[in-house]
């Protein structure tokens, strides 16, 4: 038949009712024993026994009828034919043109089978794919019918007889009991035959919900959306429906993937910008694109999802066009080609936005990874083949894939292509080649390149609008604020496709008008199936509803704010959560479940279109017949009257619980109450018991915790581990309500019931009490001191429902007994072993198996070559210590900002040659013209810099990297009557809090390895949780907090837990410091080579991070003390270099406080000096400047040191600087290419690495000086350098003089030596033949075996070796050369110099 048609669900028992489903709006309920009635004459039975009828029946009417009603079912299957088919035509054609109906008679046995199958009609102008493999037919190949094949031609139309149809089966272990089977026909009957627009189920904790939601979808067809409030409620409902509809059907998991997130948001009373922080969970987003896979691919799809369902998603049909299908022996070229019309094949994993990695520690979901190799497969004459092996691993997958290509050259075009040879997905237990295989994109949010550049320009068209509009309201700061934001978006978008809060422009990616509805989760139900034919599920509505609402106005009420203050532009309104009223728009037909639904859900069943008019269905009586438990009330003031307390009291209670094998849940109001508690009852083992609970001294309680702050998976696994008996009792905070499938517990404890709000509302304790409502040994107990109206209203509820409970089991004689609960393993686990049983690839996370193959000789070749041009810039000047590095571009734009523990190591990883980055690093590599960098004294100092600093400039290639990052402080709320330690996020403006801070900590680790010690010695949590509840003394604990405090925060302490802490906190003393937010740090450094030359540095800092750093080199008199020298030279660069240039610099030129290393010689000088130019620059500025010298004590001393510390280390670079600028060095030197050309033309053994070069001078005939220079390696060592005064020798006689000079230095060149005077590796001379026999006698008198030598003329550039009489050297020019002259020039140089301090001297200066 051409149109849908429900199926309907047999009971084994003959004598219960059986439900015949026609179309949704038929429902037929007859009472009747077994017997068959079937189609015998369809081709589909021909051999066919009643055993094998159900699983292979795809389009069989069956139906049990008795042999007394034969002539009633007739004319029933007569009218559900009639209203099901297409026309009366195609109803006379089924039963005219075909043999008639035999009626055939079976004893009574159950069956359980479908009656019809839902078909659904697609239209010729739909293109989403289909599945081509019905799951019930055969053994097919499993992966292959979870792949769409192409959608041209898999487009099925009306009459089509494989057009695919929905499938759904309850396979529970149990059937339906207790109020279940009345519940399950009422709920058909309203959603089905009279199709109604919603209906109700009111079901008590444990009454089965699950289990009729599961027929309820069974018996309507329908693919199925469920709606839930929280990720642990989503993960256990998705567990209990793939275990109710069996492995057939697809039951995915679609939740938010966050672990964390932090909303972008300002704060008009602070002024304080926050951006968005995120911590994305790559299996969760699995999970979500495995959802969204099932409902392009399926019919048969249940999504069980949070209100993450309602956010915006991205266009359905852009996923699922940018999804590519390769098959086997499919030719493809790599990148795109002219003579081929689609993307080539590394093009459409771009356009995917998978991002290619080299490393395996950044092989993860949605990259890939690729390498090619030379493969020998016969011995013919052609040569080996060039393979290709891409390992791939989209999102949906837990495991990566594998595809194997061949490269081929065509000879027409002279072009290459791929021809693909396997496909290979893979897990760790083996592999199933497939002959197809279609890869979804890495993300939902996909735009094709044509749509982003029409996106920019319609984002452009609304900045300039929107600036117009900032103008006219004389919100400059606004204005400039926005243009820099939208403007770098624009230009990451277009340089690289992507952008930070690349969201924020979703309606103008999606090409949608303004207010228009975003695409969300389902859209995608709406667009594969139609409005009509998906079936909404709100599980535990009186909380999800709420939620629905909220989000929106929440949403919206954050992103004003923004914009107002120039964030985000308009439009960013428009990615948002649904609507209401939206919400509701494309929704036909709903399923409330609730025990305690809310007037908003009971309202729909009377607004209903339909013109029914229907109640709630009510479930009362659980299938195992427990009742609802006790509640008893307890006052801790009594406690505490008859010598107990709250916390003795509780622990009690739980040991009787754990004697019994049973556990335990206790609700506390905030989450930190529940970490004490748990910390509490954990370390209750070794506390004294009372009298009471002699009998139990022995037991042990291990608890934990669970509320928002943890991961989903973790909340899971805490809640796994509660069931399997690892864990005795869980403390949570709103998470242990809603539910929880936890038969195990048998006690349910709210502390501070009586505290009215929303978390002790009749509701909220209606669903806890109810957790305990699956023991038949459940109890509940409340610690209050009065009754509230909540309180009495939900005692009254469950007193009522107990009453009815009790009376129904004494009639029929049932005794309860305790559920045994579903499988202890999470969703994510169980999702796990099923795609594990899909695909059998022995696969490592790595995903390259280089030992699969080790006949094969690997050649490397890199995914992308960086321009040569990069790998040539010079990076030993950079040194291996920590800092904070720049990248910037001709322009001086900064680029990119990054921290390093070794700084050469890190940038070089940039410019390697065969490094691998994605698409990100490369454009801003290309890009980039300079590295400059800063070092930190610490790694701890460069994570904060780095945070501060991208703070300050946004750089554009750092927004896709970093989120807004807070490091965090250790907060002493000490204003509170129970002070307390704990981690806060960010400190706020002075002023704004009583409490202290201390930090910042770069890391959570650091922070919580503190406050870890602090528990251990002090117990404060533990101490405060008993001083509130009663159980200790305030005055106790508030005395045990100050001793802690002294001991651990005063400066004046030396506990071992204060130097753990200022160890941590050292980064802080630098960045973070009320001394350092306006202050200039002056640090100098000595020349090397050059003892009067000094560095004099200046480092700005300003409000956390590094405004600027300056150097100034001057030398100081000889005739000069060193210390007043330097301190006149810092007092002159200051006041005459430094702050004068400040007229044409930023506003940030001018520092409230200078710390300089030395007394400077006129402080006040130089401060009238800073005030007058400041003046100029900033006439409205006011305030004292200081200048000082570093402090002497407390806070100011360690601030001081470490400042100091940052920049003398900052000081020394700039010195080493200098020095490379004044000693250079040619590359040929450094690479080794000159010395191996000297090696071959002296005839030397190996390359020299430490060459000396000796030169003799005069002044004006007089003042005779040797100087020697060292290189190594190519490069100058001015450290070695020596200036030798001649002693023997009389006037001016430079042959006498060389010999003099040489026989004094290898004097000294003997065994012990230090480094300045030991052997060479060659000696140069400057001169000819003379002088170079000269130095030969000179050495020859000292040194037993001779030095290698040679002398360099300077009228033809000749180079002499001893025994010959003509020069060696061809050339004058060749890199040996070239390093000879530098050699001689350097000489020259220094000699120079030495004549000029001579001079000095004797000019008595």
């Known amino acids: 038949a051409k149109h849908a048609i429900t199926p309907f669900h047999c009971h084994s028992n003959p004598e219960e009712s059986v439900l015949i489903g026609g179309r949704r709006d038929l429902l037929f309920r007859l009472d009747l024993p077994s017997l068959v009635l079937c189609d015998l004459s369809s081709p589909m039975l021909h051999g066919m026994t009643q055993e094998n009828l159900p699983k292979r029946a795809t389009r069989v009417p069956s139906i049990v009828v008795p042999p007394q009603k034969v002539h009633l079912v007739c004319f029933l299957m007569m009218m559900i034919i009639i209203r099901s088919c297409h026309s009366f035509r195609s109803m006379v054609r089924r039963f005219v043109g075909r043999s008639p109906f035999l009626w055939h008679h079976q004893p009574p046995q159950p069956i359980v089978a479908p009656l019809f199958y839902r078909t659904r009609s697609f239209s010729s102008e739909e293109s989403l794919p289909t599945l081509v493999h019905n799951p019930l037919a055969g053994n097919a190949d499993t992966t292959s019918s979870l792949l769409p094949t192409n959608s041209a031609s898999t487009t099925k139309t009306a ?64 693919p199925t959306l469920v709606l839930c409030h929280n990720k642990n409620l989503a993960a256990q409902l998705a567990r209990e429906l793939r275990a109710y509809l069996g492995q057939d059907s697809a039951v995915e998991l679609f939740v938010s993937y966050y672990d964390l997130f932090v909303p972008e948001s300002f704060k008009e009373t602070t002024g304080r910008y926050v951006q968005k922080k995120s911590v994305i969970n790559h299996d969760i987003d699995a999970l979500r694109h495995r959802a969204t896979r099932s409902l392009l691919t399926r019919n048969d799809v249940v999504v069980v999802a949070t209100v993450s369902a309602i956010y915006g998603l991205g266009l359905p049909e852009e996923y699922l066009n940018a999804s590519v299908e390769w098959k086997i022996g499919q030719e493809i070229y790599p990148s795109p080609n002219e003579n081929d019309d689609g993307d080539g094949f590394f093009d459409a994993l771009n356009r995917m936005l998978y991002q290619p990695v080299d490393s395996d520690d950044n092989f993860e979901p949605g990259t890939f990874q690729h390498e090619s190799y030379e493969y020998n ?50 897990t760790q237990k083996g592999s199933i080649p497939t002959q197809s295989l279609r890869i979804f994109p890495a993300r939902h949010h996909v735009t094709s390149s044509g749509r982003m550049e029409q996106a920019c320009v319609a984002i452009e068209e609304e900045l300039q609008q929107r600036v117009d509009e900032l103008k006219a309201q004389g919100k400059n700061e606004a204005m400039a604020k926005l243009q820099e934001r939208v403007l770098g978006d624009l230009y990451m978008m277009r340089e690289v496709g992507m952008c930070k809060g690349m969201e924020n422009y979703s309606r103008h990616m999606n090409g949608r008008e303004a207010g228009e509805t975003p695409e969300t989760l389902l859209s995608y139900f709406s667009s594969r199936f139609g409005k009509d034919e998906w079936l909404l599920v709100v599980d535990e509505s009186h909380v999800t509803l709420p939620q629905l609402k909220a989000m929106y106005f929440g949403d919206q009420s954050r992103k004003k704010t923004l914009i107002k203050h120039g964030y985000r532009l308009p439009s960013a309104l428009d990615n948002r959560p649904l609507k209401v009223d939206e919400f509701w728009k494309q929704v036909q037909q709903t399923l409330f479940v609730s025990a305690t639904p809310s007037a908003y859900e009971l309202e729909q069943l009377k607004q209903s279109s339909t013109g029914f008019t229907q109640e709630p269905v009510d479930m009362v009586i659980r299938p195992t017949h427990v009742c609802d438990p006790e509640i008893e009330v307890r006052s801790p003031k009594m406690l505490r009257d008859k010598g107990s307390n709250p916390m003795n009291d509780l622990a009690y209670e739980i040991c009787q619980r754990i004697a019994k094998n049973e556990r335990a849940l206790v609700l506390t109001l905030t989450k930190r109450d529940a970490e004490d508690l748990a910390s509490y009852l954990n370390s209750y083992e070794n506390k004294a018991l009372d009298s009471a609970m002699v009998e139990l001294e022995n037991t042990s309680i291990n608890a934990t915790y669970l509320h928002s702050g943890l991961k989903t998976d973790e909340r899971a696994d805490r809640l796994r581990a509660l069931q399997k008996g690892e864990v005795d009792v869980v403390v949570g905070v709103n998470c242990l309500r809603e539910g929880l499938d936890l038969p195990q517990v048998s006690l349910v404890v709210v502390l501070g019931a009586d505290s009215e709000g929303f978390l002790r509302s009749e509701t909220a304790l209606l669903q806890t009490v109810g957790r305990a409502a699956r023991n038949r040994h459940g109890r509940a107990i409340f610690y209050a001191e009065r009754d509230t109206m909540s309180m009495k209203k939900c005692m009254d509820v469950t007193n009522d429902r107990r009453k009815k409970q009790l009376a129904h089991n004494a009639l029929h004689g049932y005794k309860p007994r305790s559920t045994k609960g579903s499988s202890t393993m999470t969703f994510f686990d169980l999702l796990r072993d099923e795609i594990e049983a899909e695909q059998q690839l022995e696969f490592t996370k790595g995903g390259i198996d280089k030992s699969s193959s080790p006949h094969l000789t690997l050649t490397k ?96 290639f750092n927004v896709l990297l970093k989120d ?33 801070f201390f930090g910042p900590y770069t890391s959570f680790k ?36 100050q001793k802690a405090m002294k001991d651990v925060f005063s400066s004046r302490s030396t506990a071992v837990l204060k130097e753990l802490r200022t160890g941590y906190e050292e980064a802080g003393l630098l960045f973070d410091s009320s001394f350092n937010s306006c202050r200039d740090i002056v640090a100098v450094a000595s020349v090397e080579g050059d003892d009067s030359d000094i560095v004099v540095h200046v480092a700005q800092l300003r409000k956390g991070y590094v405004a600027g750093q300056f150097s100034y080199t001057c030398s ?86 470490r400042a100091l510390e940052f920049a003398k280390s900052n000081a020394i670079q700039a010195a080493q600087e200098r020095k490379h600028q004044r000693y250079p060095a040619l590359k040929t030197s450094m690479d080794g290419t000159a010395t191996k050309e000297l090696a071959e033309m002296l005839k030397l053994h190996q390359a020299p690495s430490v060459i000396e070069c000796y030169d003799i001078s005069h002044t004006q005939g007089e003042a005779t000086v040797a100087s020697r220079v060292v290189f190594r390696e190519g490069r100058p060592v001015p450290e070695l350098y020596r200036r030798f005064n001649i002693r023997t020798v009389e006037g001016i006689d430079d042959y006498s003089s060389l010999a003099e000079v040489l026989e004094r230095r290898f004097k000294r060149a003997g065994p012990g030596c230090d480094e300045a005077w030991a052997a060479p590796d060659l000696v140069v001379i400057d001169g000819g033949k003379g002088q170079l026999s000269a130095a030969q006698q000179g050495i020859a008198r000292v040194h037993a075996s001779l030095i290698p030598i040679c002398a360099l003329a300077k009228n033809h550039e000749e180079l002499f070796v001893p025994e010959s009489s003509s020069p060696v050297n061809e050339s004058t020019d060749s890199p040996a050369m070239l390093l000879l002259r530098h050699l001689r020039d350097e000489s020259h140089r220094f000699a120079l110099k030495t004549h000029r301090a001579q001079r000095r001297r004797s000019m008595g200066r």
């Open 159 to 222: 009459d089509s007889d494989d057009a695919l149809a929905t499938q759904f089966r309850v396979t529970a272990p149990f059937e339906p009991t207790g109020d279940q089977p009345e519940a399950i026909a009422e709920l058909l009957t309203q959603l089905g035959e009279n199709a109604q627009e919603a209906a109700v189920l009111r079901g008590i904790t444990g009454t089965g919900k699950t289990l009729v939601m599961s027929h309820v979808i069974a018996g309507l067809q329908k």
């Open 1006 to 1041: 650091e922070i919580n390895q503190i406050l870890d010690q602090v528990e251990e010695t002090y117990d404060l949590r533990v101490k405060s949780l008993e001083a509130g509840h009663g159980s200790g003394s305030v005055e106790e604990y508030n005395e045990l907090f």
């Open 964 to 996: 807004d990052v807070h490091y965090p402080y250790i907060r002493a709320s000490v204003e509170e009557r129970l002070p307390k330690l704990t981690i806060s996020p960010y400190r706020p403006p002075s002023g704004e809090s009583k409490s202290r």
């Open 377 to 426: 497969e016969t011995k013919s004459s052609s040569g080996p083949i060039r393979k290709h092996k891409i390992t791939l691993w989209p999102p949906h997958e837990r495991f990566p894939v594998t595809i194997t290509a061949d490269e081929h050259q065509r000879t027409i075009h002279n072009d290459t292509y791929f021809t693909i040879r396997s496909l290979e997905p893979g």
């Open 861 to 956: 070749v890199p995914l992308n070559l960086k321009d040569s041009k990069k790998t040539s810039i010079p990076t030993d000047h950079i040194p291996g210590l920590p800092g904070v590095y720049f990248w910037k571009d001709c322009d001086g734009s900064i680029l990119y900002i990054g921290k390093a523990v070794k700084l050469r190591s890190r940038i070089n990883s940039y410019l390697a040659p065969n490094a691998n980055h994605g698409k990100r690093i490369e454009t801003m590599v290309e890009k980039a013209t300079t590295v400059e960098f800063v070092l930190t004294p610490s790694e701890r100092d460069a994570l904060v810099l780095e945070s501060n600093l991208i703070k300050k400039h946004k750089p554009p």
């Open 1116 to 1201: 100081i008199p000889r005739e000069a003390e060193k210390d007043s020298g330097i301190a006149e030279s810092v007092q002159m660069v200051l006041e005459h270099r430094h702050y004068r240039s400040g007229g044409e610099v930023v506003e940030s030129w001018f520092p409230d406080d200078v710390l300089t290393p030395v007394e400077l010689p006129d402080p006040t000088s130089l401060r009238k000096t800073i005030r007058e130019v400041r003046k100029e620059v900033e006439p409205a500025r006011k305030g004292s400047i200081t200048i000082r010298s570093p402090g002497k004590k407390g806070p100011r001393q360690l601030v001081d040191a």
